[in-house]
């Protein structure tokens, strides 16, 4: 027969035992929960606080690296500036006029600037080319290279001085329009129209047309022949040339070494 445990009085006694034990050990592991939680969240939280710390002193570096490098830099500049000379003081010139009389050994250009049209009419019959050109340039040959302006209108004009005897021909070149005229003798008024260009041609491109060529002409040596040319640019760019050849030599440019310079108040 199963002994009635109701009937023991230990029984009692020990269950009340194990409930205050449950207890108090449930309590004990509540406590030690909250406890691993609050020093878990005091190690997050210093945790934070060392990054925060360590985030305000490396931006701090960061921020006094730039002083150190800003003041360096002015530094340099300093030292540098001291030893570069003063920048010269630029005080205005007068415009020098040009030039009455082209320079010893060149060629007299004259310009007139603001003149439409692209043949040697529109240049003549301008009222501007009876009056003084805007503008006077010396050149060292018969030869204007790579004009870029518009609407210009250009004479060249002074005296040949052969070297040998014989007959002479020329040849002209230009873009636009150009006229090459010459004297038999020093008298500007006895000239006369050698070779032309009607429209236009590339540079040097002495036989685009049959009228840049002239007839032959019998030169001496030791005398002066008035020669004249006229140009005129009408759009785009622009350039003028002269040659001339005589027996035993080679068509070239006409140097300055063979011309005598016209002087802008010298009779015609």
Excluded at 18 to 36: D, H, K, P, Y
Aim: glycine share 6%; proline share 7%; net charge neutral.
């Amino acid at each position: 027969m199963k002994p009635d445990d109701t009937q023991n009085p230990t029984d009692g006694w020990t269950r009340l035992c194990e409930g205050v034990l449950r207890t108090n050990f449930g309590r004990i592991e509540s406590n030690a929960v909250a406890g691993a939680m609050k020093a878990l969240s005091l190690e997050e939280a210093r945790r934070q606080e060392w990054s925060r710390r360590w985030i305000l002193r490396i931006a701090a570096l960061l921020v006094l690296g730039g002083i150190i490098s800003w003041g360096i830099s002015t530094r340099w500049q300093n030292l540098n500036l001291k030893d570069e000379p003063p920048a010269p003081t630029v005080t205005s010139q007068p415009v020098t006029p040009a030039p009455a009389v082209a320079p010893s050994g060149s060629i007299l250009l004259e310009i007139w600037r603001d003149v439409p049209g692209d043949t040697i009419a529109s240049l003549t019959n301008s009222a501007k080319f009876n009056q003084t050109a805007d503008e006077v340039r010396a050149l060292p040959s018969l030869e204007i290279r790579s004009i870029s302006a518009v609407n210009l209108g250009n004479r060249i004009r002074g005296w040949l001085n052969p070297e040998v005897s014989g007959a002479y021909e020329f040849w002209i070149a230009s873009d636009d329009a150009s006229e090459f005229w010459l004297s038999p003798d020093a008298d500007a008024e006895r000239r006369q129209l050698v070779a032309r260009v009607d429209g236009w041609t590339t540079e040097r491109a002495w036989d685009f047309n049959p009228s840049q060529r002239s007839n032959p002409m019998l030169l001496e040596a030791g005398r002066r022949y008035y020669f004249e040319a006229l140009h005129k640019q009408g759009g785009a760019a622009g350039h003028l040339s002269i040659a001339w050849s005589t027996a035993g030599r080679p068509r070239e440019v006409v140097d300055r070494k063979y011309v005598t310079p016209f002087q802008l108040d010298s009779p015609r």
